[in-house]
């Protein structure tokens, strides 16, 4: 099985570009995820989705859309990068399992840079 | 809120020397726990979990036990070898909630 994929794995952008990362799951989980990943900082959640049709901030939103497209895929856009974007991203789907605890599946990360 | 402490610093340490590293959590109600590996240049994987107190959790030669008492979940393997390193996170989430609060992370070297 695939699991989690991310697309693209490496971006370069300059200041004041957009993009789009994508991020598909074949887990038919409900939940997903973005994080990001800075040295010093462990996980910080930018936004997630509960379910299809429904998403929320987490803890980092500012600068950043989500879009959950279907079931499967959740994208992340940045609509005018700035070098403080700078980090790797993770997309990330969970469900319950028999004892109610959510297991995540990560992707392997999109590894940007702005400059 | 909830959260979870791992200890400060990086860990290096020899090859099938013992390996601890400490994790307390807080938390509101009953939490599952969780402690996560990330390879150089992967994404996390689950290593292992436990979902109520004294549940021991154990993987690929690692374990850590649910300890209520001490609101820990510290994370042990008696004999490391090169391949385990890594960083480990260690994660929990609250009894039926789709949200997981990270530590910060602890990068594992294992020296041949």
């Known amino acids: 099985n695939a699991g989690v994929t991310q697309t693209p794995k490496f971006q370069v952008l300059k200041t004041g570009q957009s993009m789009t990362l994508q991020c598909a799951q074949d887990?038919?989980?409900?939940?997903m995820y973005w994080y990001r990943q800075d040295p010093g900082m462990g996980l910080r959640l930018i936004y997630y989705?509960?379910?299809?049709?429904?998403?929320d901030k987490g803890e980092v939103p500012n600068g950043y859309n989500v879009s959950r497209l279907n079931k499967r895929e959740f994208s992340l856009r940045l609509e005018s990068a700035a070098p403080s974007q700078t980090s790797v991203y993770f997309c990330?789907?969970?469900?319950?399992?028999?004892?109610?605890?959510?297991?995540?599946?990560f992707g392997s990360g999109t590894r940007l840079t702005v400059v | 809120g909830d959260s979870v402490t791992q200890m400060e610093g990086p860990v290096t340490l020899s090859e099938e020397a013992f390996l601890t590293i400490n994790c307390t959590y807080t938390?509101?109600?009953?939490?599952?726990l969780f402690w996560y590996v990330q390879y150089p240049g992967e994404g996390l994987q689950l290593l292992l979990k436990?979902?109520?107190?004294?549940d021991k959790g154990s993987n690929k030669g690692f374990e850590a036990t649910y300890r209520k008492e001490t609101t820990s979940f510290h994370l042990e393997k008696g004999s490391v070898q090169v391949s385990d390193s890594a960083v480990y996170f260690c994660?929990?989430?609250?009894?039926?909630?789709?949200?997981?609060?990270f530590g910060k992370g602890n990068q594992v070297v294992v020296i041949p």
């Open positions: 994660a929990l989430s609250e009894s039926g909630s789709n949200r997981l609060a």
């Open positions: 887990m038919n989980h409900n939940s």
């Open positions: 938390a509101t109600g009953y939490p599952s």
């Open positions: 989705s509960a379910s299809e049709g429904t998403t």
């Open positions: 436990a979902t109520k107190a004294d």
């Open positions: 990330a789907s969970s469900e319950a399992d028999g004892q109610g605890a959510y297991g995540y599946t």
